[in-house]
Nanobody, 115 residues
């Protein structure tokens, strides 16, 4: 059974840091993790960070210079390091993976940044 399980969310003060993890299992591997998205209350899900072709990365303008996406294939886990957090970063964060034409989502992890 394919699973993506996010963890690492929580409540943090503005300026703080969190590292989100996305553990892949089943027939999904960390190399299949494509990116991270977030959904704030009352808003649509938006792209935060993504691996592009060739292993390059791309970030939403709002998080450039503060967030870093990475993968550890030995641990079969993807990561999103979030620094200098702002209240507007609050939302549910989801990791996304794709393999053989299918797209998979985790259940999400809540990030709340207080001012």
């Amino acid at each position: 059974q394919v699973q993506l399980v996010e963890s690492g969310g929580g409540l943090v003060q503005a300026g703080g840091s969190l590292r989100l993890s996305c553990a892949a299992s089943g027939s999904i591997f960390s190399a299949n993790v494509r990116g991270w998205y977030r959904q704030a209350p009352g808003k649509q899900r938006e792209l935060v960070a993504i691996f592009t072709s060739g292993g390059n990365t791309n970030y939403a303008d709002s998080v450039k210079g503060r967030f870093t996406i990475s993968r550890d294939n030995a641990k079969n886990t993807g990561y999103l390091q979030m620094n200098s957090l702002k209240p507007e970063d609050t939302g549910v964060y989801y990791c996304n993976a794709a393999r053989l034409g299918y797209t998979y989502w985790g259940q999400g992890t809540q990030v709340t940044v207080s001012s």
